[in-house]
Every structure is written in structure tokens, then in C-alpha cells.
């Protein structure tokens, strides 16, 4: 008991060591109130230096006063973690970023594909933005079922290929970071998630990348298509807005297993397998997605 009620104090606080006079001493307190058990009573730091030692216990013995003899003092509330609670951006900057739609790298590449209108509609939908971080970038807001924005990512594209840009470096930026909002708790939602309000009744599918679930979107608008935006940002807690509906997953080939593993565990999710059964070797070597699958499907491949 006294084991356990008695520890030596965490966080690194020091004080004078009564042996060596170095400020070495990590004391033992007392985990119902907090308190040290004395001054002296603790472990030097310098073990090899200095070596000083005096338990709780032994201090006890040598006071002869055993403090569980008295009753026991109550509980200091343990301090529980705060919930770090999101942060969110201004919808007057998430605004500001619709606009310049020929200047958008990403939506040029969408209108070659799906003309000019329905290029436009996607757009608006998902809430795509222009960013002027880099030149032709775009901004895909993760907007979540509340209407808050918990973040914008801005991407830049290749507006013939629609292929992320990844040499000399890979264009991703956060628009917190850009605009310097300080602390900023980034708690992303499923991007496409303010969708999700529209129609309660449609199935919900979910894939990787941002692209994807736009131009899935296209294709098949039969899905609420939703994109995890990122390989490993998969989580129970993510999916939790997606309760009481039907979810299939679409994993890049890449990410098949993982995310087949992930489903195992959850309820209503199952996975597709259709990239899966028609991937070629070369499809598998280049970690073909969904979006690619259709492109080729449809004709509009590069
Ligand atoms: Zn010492």
C-alpha cells in the first residue's frame, strides 16, 4: 500500500539534496494529497555521485509516526485531461477562397473531364477554394456536419494530367499554418462530410484521397463519396457520424489490407474489392486508386 500511495514526484522538479547540497532531489509525495512526504525524503539524481536515498518508509520507521495509523486524507481530484477541443477557420476566409476558378489548377483539370458545368457543380459541393499559396493551387476545406471548418488543405495540381504535384517538393500546405492562427488544434473530419446532411437515405462510400471522392462523385452519384484525406487517417471515431448508414470502403490498391482489416472490426462497413479484381500487375506497381479506375473506365485517362 504504501508503494503505491507514496511515489516519487513526476514533472522534474528538483530541490536541495540534503547529502551533496546540489539541487538534485526528486521527493516522494503523497498521491492522495499531493503533498511531499518531508523535505529531505526522496532520491538524489546523482546516483553515482552522491547516492542519497530516503524512502517513505524508512522515514516513518526513523520518525516513528506511520501515517496510516491516521485516516486517510482525501483524495486530491486527479487532475483528468482537458478534451483538446478543434479548432475552426472563419467561414469569411473560407469565402474568400471561392473564386478564381480559371486560375485553379485542379478545377481546370475537372472541367477537362467533366466539362465545364458538372465541373463546377463538383466544385461548389465539395466546397473546392482557390489558394494563392502557390499559383494553380487549390484549397479542399474539410468542412464537417455541423457546418464548422475544421481545416483547409491546399494542394497544387498538374491542370493537364490532374496528378499532385510532388517534385521539387510535395505541394501540401495547411491554410492555418499559411495564415499563422495560433494555438490551432487540427482535428480533421472526413472531407465531404458536410454532404452528409443532404440526404440521409443515400449510401456512403469512402476513399482515400480528396481527388477521388470528387471524381467519384462524377461517375457515380448514386454514393455520398467521402475521402478520408490521407492513407492513415481511417479511424472508428471518424466514422462515427456515419452511424446508422450504409458505408462501403474503396481502398487505393495500396492500402487494400489495412483498410480490410480496419472493416473486420467495424459494423454496416464492407469493403470493395472491385480495384482488387481488376488491377493488372502494372496497376499494382503504380498503386492505381479509384479515380484512376474510372478515368480509364470512362475514356478520359490522360
Ligand atoms: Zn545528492
Known amino acids: 500500500m504504501a508503494d503505491y500511495r507514496f511515489a516519487l514526484e513526476r514533472g522534474g522538479v528538483k530541490h536541495l539534496c540534503p547529502a551533496c547540497q546540489q539541487v538534485r532531489l526528486v521527493r516522494y509525495v503523497d498521491s492522495f494529497t499531493g503533498e511531499p512526504v518531508a523535505d529531505d525524503v526522496g532520491r538524489c539524481d546523482r546516483e553515482d555521485s552522491c547516492g542519497y536515498h530516503l524512502t517513505p518508509s524508512e522515514y516513518f520507521h526513523l520518525s516513528g509516526n506511520n ?3 491516521a485516516p486517510k486524507p482525501a483524495r486530491k481530484p486527479q487532475n483528468e485531461p482537458e478534451p483538446v477541443q478543434p479548432s475552426f477557420i472563419d467561414t469569411k476566409i473560407m469565402q474568400a477562397c471561392m473564386t478564381r476558378y480559371s486560375e485553379n489548377n485542379f478545377c481546370r483539370w475537372l472541367c477537362l473531364v467533366f466539362g465545364e458545368d458538372r465541373a463546377l457543380e463538383l466544385t461548389a459541393a465539395y ?22 471548418i475544421r481545416g483547409g488543405k491546399i494542394m497544387l495540381y498538374n491542370s493537364d494530367t490532374g496528378r499532385r504535384v510532388k517534385e521539387p517538393f510535395n505541394h501540401i500546405q495547411w491554410v492555418h499554418k499559411v495564415m499563422k492562427i495560433e494555438p490551432y488544434h487540427l482535428q480533421q473530419c472526413l472531407f465531404g462530410e458536410h454532404l452528409l446532411t443532404e440526404d440521409q437515405q443515400k449510401p456512403v462510400a469512402i476513399v482515400e484521397s480528396e481527388k477521388t471522392a470528387i471524381v467519384a462523385s462524377g461517375f457515380i452519384p448514386e454514393y455520398v463519396w467521402l475521402a478520408t484525406a490521407g492513407k492513415n487517417n481511417l479511424s472508428k471515431d471518424k466514422l462515427r457520424v456515419l452511424r446508422g448508414r450504409k458505408v462501403t470502403l474503396f481502398p487505393d490498391l495500396m492500402a487494400h489490407d489495412k483498410w480490410r482489416e480496419f472493416a473486420k472490426g467495424v459494423s454496416a462497413v464492407t469493403v470493395s474489392d472491385i480495384l482488387e479484381r481488376r488491377a493488372s500487375e502494372e496497376d499494382r506497381a503504380k498503386g492505381l486508386d479509384l479515380a484512376d479506375y474510372l478515368l480509364r473506365e470512362n475514356g478520359r485517362a490522360e
Open 67 to 69: 501515517p496510516f495509523d
Open 127 to 148: 466546397q473546392v477554394g482557390t489558394s494563392k499559396h502557390w499559383p494553380g493551387s487549390s484549397v479542399f476545406w474539410q468542412i464537417d456536419r455541423d457546418a464548422k
